[in-house]
């Protein structure tokens, strides 16, 4: 990939999902090209480069952006924030919801890639807020490739993708699969209602949901921005919040040196103070 080919997919890629690709990602960006310039059927990137100039639906571009974005994620990946929700979160806001008047406890699972988050957020509270009536509760999840949210919605995952879940979680979460899907396992049909996906750029307009949320997972996301978008990132989330809400980000992100009113209560874990208007 020549120097001008990179610069021009870089350049197209932050328009359209402010993912910042830097100098270092040449080669990462060569090789995901790779598969797009097989589906199309060309043989030069220069090619795809033209191919995306003239495309004017756009179609080709989602097909980028999904063969750009990374969707490295597991179950229960980085559990203490978990921990956290059953604990801390969901108490908290059995204790307020009179005062809230909120008639469901509401959760966003922002990019939530192929599933694994919002699925195991749907487990923790399906755990912390039982049947029996105590509180309503629901998941929107969210990613900004198409490609991934199919493979979420289907719920199905390999073997080894759940074979780290104690067995008793496995059991009565998962539906083992038979015949032609021997080796693989379904999330269960009454934990995955309880998930809406649908596609959204998180950096394009506003989020369309009108009921505020109690807590917000947008981790391992800034990571890909440059500081001005990670800013204006926070600061729609936050609007998105319950007064007392919170924003949990992944453990190698930090909220340091971007404006914004949430209080730090943890690392990686922030919260919209009771009383203040997102």
Known sequence: MRE?????????????SRINLGPDKRELVAARLGKRLRARQLTTVQDYCTLLQQDRDDEELAHLIDAISTNHTFFFRENAHFDFVRTQIVPEMLARRTQDRAPAFNAWSAACSSGEEPYSL????HEALPESGLWPWKIEATDISHRILAKARAGIYRSDVVEKLPPAMLKTYFQ????PQEGNYRIRPAIAARVSYQHLNL???????????????CRNVMIYFDRPTQEELVNKLTRRLLPGGYLLVGHSESLTGIR??????????????????P
């Open 203 to 217: 950096l394009d307009g506003e989020p369309p949901f009108t009921a505020p949320f109690h807590v917000i997972f």
């Open 176 to 179: 083992r699969g038979v015949g």
């Open 122 to 125: 749907a487990i923790t509270l």
């Open 4 to 16: 001008k080919e990179f610069e021009f997919i870089r350049t197209l890629v932050y328009e359209h």
């Open 260 to 277: 914004h009113r949430l209080q730090m209560v943890r690392p990686a874990i922030y919260r919209l103070p009771p009383g203040v208007t």
